[in-house]
């Protein structure tokens, strides 16, 4: 009876111990290829994004220029040093002269072109924004019950009421009213080197341009990506596609 016992507790734990290894092995079957999916999507999201500041900055560069280069680190440059001329000049616009690669480049810089520089290049992101403005506490009189109606108006909203003549209320007080509210602002970005590098292969993205009016930029990858994750898992993809002249492949 003793031996028995003994082979029975002996076989329930080894029971124990396959059933909760194969219950870790389940839920890294479920998590692992999930986690490899998402960092899949956030890469190629990176890439695209990527790809888009640099057609972004092509297009700026060719409004400047009237055409389009195939060094895009230089088109970077030079469209950031055109907007840090503008910083410096606000007369910096129309016809004007930049140096670039040892040379006098004539440029056309159009009105409000840093605006555009401003708005493309930069990451919007929700913030609290909080204001003051004067509230007024006035008396009003009350047609239907020929009372007074205490009414409070708002500096901006209500501006029409206190300053039409024909108003025939009256203010009686003045206050300061704190107004906090949801907002979207942008925060901008420098067009830097690191933008020309594909985030999964390191390496750059390919510029082709063909006459004035074309150009593509396409992802380094040829014949997909893939890379072995934990042994038996793999982080794979196809490719990121690319944009000719602003119409992207994965739209």
């Not at 999930?34 to 790809?51: A, G, L, P, Q």
């Amino acid at each position: 009876m003793q031996e028995e016992q003994y082979y029975s507790e002996k076989w329930s734990f080894i029971v124990k111990w396959i059933a909760v290894i194969l219950f870790v092995i389940l839920l890294l079957v479920i998590f692992i290829p999930s986690n490899i999916w998402k960092e899949e999507d956030n890469m190629r999201s990176r890439s695209e994004w990527k790809m888009e500041q640099l057609w972004d900055a092509q297009r700026m560069y060719k409004k400047l220029t009237g055409h389009y280069d195939t060094d895009i680190k230089g088109v970077l440059w030079f469209v950031s040093a055109v907007r840090d001329s503008i910083l410096a000049d606000s007369e910096y616009v129309n016809e004007q002269y930049i140096r670039y690669k040892d040379e006098d480049i004539k440029i056309n810089v159009p009105q409000f072109w840093f605006t555009e520089y401003d708005t493309v290049f930069s990451r919007p992101y929700h913030a609290k924004d909080t204001s003051f403005i004067d509230v007024y506490t006035a008396v009003e009189l009350n047609f239907e019950t020929g009372g007074w109606d205490t009414i409070f108006l708002g500096e901006i909203k209500d501006r029409y009421k206190y300053s039409d003549t024909l108003w025939e209320g009256t203010i009686i007080d003045t206050t300061v009213d704190t107004i906090i509210e949801r907002v979207m602002k942008y925060k901008h970005f420098n067009l830097v080197d690191s933008l020309t590098i594909c985030p999964l292969t390191d390496k750059p993205y390919y510029i082709t341009v063909k006459g004035k009016d074309t150009v593509i930029i396409h992802s380094p990858m040829k014949g997909g990506y893939l890379e072995r994750k934990y042994f038996f898992f793999t982080f794979k993809d196809t490719g990121h596609g690319f944009i000719m002249n602003g119409e992207a492949s994965w739209e």
